[in-house]
């Protein structure tokens, strides 16, 4: 039973010091309450009681309660798993010849040839970095790499960005197939059309001879070559390219640039505050991957015009591992430079990752 103050009987609007039901926090209410009697409005909710802590569960319930749950997303998954373990892990194991003078043609099957051929440790890393011919093709794909990030990289963030800002949807998708075609052309069907277009009988050849003018050598040029090989990658690939590029940009606000108009920003002022920012972690996880394959420019492109320009000017780390690892049988050498082009591969992506999170980036994983 709660008890009555004198001074509120006969009145009094506040209560005395020390008395029963005086406030003493900062809201109302927070006294003790009257008679010791917590009414049910003032009772923690369930939620907030003090309860014993619950013992932790064995490792094993718990993967078999998270397993339970997740059933269906970790079969989804299933065939994913199988098919980057069949197809890209299994094979990496192959690398391990990179370290043996191995021979195909001991044993009966070919893991007899590799459980018998000798380890000779770092042999064939010798004689790799021991040959010219190898810092030659190193030279002429980091000369090829550079050139596609400088002049090809920017191409499609370009037009994507020009893409977007149409605002006719007809004209949009038009130019879109149009660039976008070219990309489902094989090299042979590419260098044959750029070979009609420029070479020495080409299109362009016939009108100037015709005009009595001298064509310039564009298909054998081997100075040049690095040009050739570029715009070739530009008209192929450029369009592809977009795509992503598209969808990061569909996922900016509209509102931004409602507002940004309001506000009296031109398109310029728009595209620098609004649309770069916006697309940047999508630009900045591109060039890491792109980073990453700087030692892979390509195969067929390469050993297509090969004879054309000669091996000095054409010669890439994959032409080289196919003519002087596989046609020589120094499948040791061969496997010796794959493994230096993905260590090489990996260490760039590590680093440009890193330099990402420095600059606040999130790159291609969230910083722990």
Avoid: C
């Avoid at 970790?74 to 192959?94: E, K, N, Q, R």
């Avoid at 051929?117 to 190898?134: E, T």
């Avoid at 050739?228 to 598209?246: E, H, M, N, P, R």
């Avoid at 595209?271 to 630009?283: E, K, M, Q, S």
């Amino acid at each position: 039973m709660s008890t009555v103050h004198p001074a509120r009987s006969e009145g009094s609007a506040a209560p005395g010091p020390g008395e029963p039901g005086q406030t003493s926090g900062p809201g109302e209410g927070d006294g003790p309450p009257l008679g010791g009697v917590v009414p049910p409005s003032r009772r923690p909710p369930a939620s907030t009681r003090h309860r014993p802590a619950a013992a932790p569960l064995p490792r094993r319930v718990r993967l078999a309660r998270h397993f339970r749950r997740d059933w269906p997303l970790i079969a989804m998954t299933l065939p994913a798993v199988a098919f980057l373990a069949v197809f890209h892990y299994l094979p990496t194991l192959g690398n391990i010849i990179a370290f043996q003078d191995y021979n195909p043609f001991l044993g009966d099957n070919p893991l007899q040839a590799f459980i018998y051929s000798d380890w000779i440790g770092f042999g064939n890393f010798a004689v790799l970095f021991g040959d010219y011919l190898f810092w030659r093709a190193l030279f002429n794909t980091l000369r090829f790499s550079f050139a596609q990030l400088i002049l090809f990289f920017p191409l499609p963030i370009a037009l994507a960005i020009l893409l977007h800002s149409i605002l006719h949807e007809k004209i949009k998708v038009f130019i879109q197939s149009v660039v976008y075609l070219p990309y489902f052309f094989s090299w042979v069907i590419v260098v044959t059309f750029f070979q009609q277009m420029f070479g020495g009988a080409g299109l362009l050849a016939q009108h100037m001879r015709s005009a009595g003018l001298e064509p310039p050598t564009i298909m054998t040029n081997p100075d040049t070559f690095i040009f050739l090989v570029t715009s070739q990658i530009v008209w192929k690939d450029v369009g592809w390219g977009t795509i992503i590029f598209l969808a990061a940009l569909s996922a900016v606000n509209p509102n931004l640039y409602e507002a940004a108009a309001a506000d009296g920003a031109g398109r310029w002022r728009r595209l620098w505050h609004i649309t770069l920012p916006g697309i940047r972690p999508v630009i900045v996880l591109l060039l890491i991957l792109r980073l990453g394959d700087s030692l892979t420019v390509g195969f067929e492109q390469f050993i297509l015009q090969r004879s054309a320009v000669g091996p000095a000017a054409a010669e890439v780390l994959d032409t080289y591992i196919y003519y002087h690892g596989l046609l020589t049988q120094q499948f040791g050498v061969g496997a010796a430079a794959g493994l230096f082009k993905g260590a090489v591969g990996l260490t760039l992506v590590l680093i440009a990752n890193k330099v990402a999170h420095r600059l606040g980036e999130q790159g291609i994983y969230k910083k722990t």
